[in-house]
């Protein structure tokens, strides 16, 4: 795992209930006893920002990435990638997970474009923590002025890149990546739920 990442850790931060996980008969059998899978059994993701895939109520399995998209359309895609389990959705895109490398693969049907998104599911659990810690604990201070308040948001943000791009560049390596819009969003105070600190700052 690039990333140190607990079920305690995140159960102190937003509470067991706000945890989603995955089970492992939700997987294909080659990705059952993956790194990756185990993580998302075990330790999970908040909910928020990133939606993990709920599996179907009849078969108990997770789709896989050729019934939610035509794999055909991704010329940049792996040949074996329409049989990788689709364990989220981030933005626009369906996050598929490769049981081989253990990568988190961006599939964006609108755009028909595909790119490996996390070296493996520690990086995908920690960003998005990081991002929905700061999305319920920022607020704006009553003696600073607004600008300044985005300044230090900027601030905040940039630093979940910085610091997950030290260890994983996948999330950020350019500005096109989900996770560089979702970071663009959160810094112009546009993902702030009705309940948080951060958006009664905003809107009262």
């Given at each position: 795992m690039l990333f140190d990442v607990s079920r305690?850790?995140?159960?102190?931060?937003?509470?067991?209930?706000?945890?989603?996980?995955?089970?492992?008969?939700?997987?294909?059998?080659l990705a059952a006893d993956t790194e990756g899978a185990r993580l998302l059994r075990t330790v999970g993701a908040p909910t928020g920002t990133l939606l993990l895939r709920a599996p179907d109520e009849e078969s108990g399995r997770l789709p896989?990435?050729?019934?939610?998209?035509?794999?055909?359309?991704?010329?940049?895609?792996?040949?074996?990638?329409?049989g990788w389990p689709v364990?989220?959705?981030l933005l626009n895109a369906h996050l598929a997970l490769d049981p081989g490398?253990?990568?988190v693969y961006a599939f964006d049907p609108d755009e028909e474009t595909v790119r490996k998104l996390h070296t493996d599911v520690s990086s995908l659990v920690r960003v998005t923590a990081r991002f929905q810690r700061l999305l319920e604990e920022f607020t704006f201070a009553d003696d600073e002025?607004?600008?300044a308040g985005f300044e230090r948001l900027e601030r905040a943000v940039e630093r979940v890149r910085r610091e997950t791009h030290d260890?994983?560049?996948l999330p950020f390596q350019?500005?096109?990546?989900?996770?560089?819009?979702?970071?663009e969003e959160i810094a112009m105070g546009q993902r702030f739920a009705g309940d948080s600190?951060?958006?009664?700052s905003l809107y009262g």
């Amino acid at each position: 795992m690039l990333f140190d990442v607990s079920r305690g850790e995140l159960a102190d931060t937003f509470g067991e209930h706000r945890l989603a996980t995955l089970p492992a008969s939700a997987f294909p059998p080659l990705a059952a006893d993956t790194e990756g899978a185990r993580l998302l059994r075990t330790v999970g993701a908040p909910t928020g920002t990133l939606l993990l895939r709920a599996p179907d109520e009849e078969s108990g399995r997770l789709p896989l990435v050729r019934d939610v998209v035509h794999a055909e359309d991704f010329e940049a895609a792996s040949r074996d990638a329409g049989g990788w389990p689709v364990i989220g959705w981030l933005l626009n895109a369906h996050l598929a997970l490769d049981p081989g490398s253990g990568t988190v693969y961006a599939f964006d049907p609108d755009e028909e474009t595909v790119r490996k998104l996390h070296t493996d599911v520690s990086s995908l659990v920690r960003v998005t923590a990081r991002f929905q810690r700061l999305l319920e604990e920022f607020t704006f201070a009553d003696d600073e002025d607004e600008e300044a308040g985005f300044e230090r948001l900027e601030r905040a943000v940039e630093r979940v890149r910085r610091e997950t791009h030290d260890v994983d560049p996948l999330p950020f390596q350019d500005d096109e990546t989900v996770w560089s819009v979702v970071g663009e969003e959160i810094a112009m105070g546009q993902r702030f739920a009705g309940d948080s600190p951060g958006a009664r700052s905003l809107y009262g």
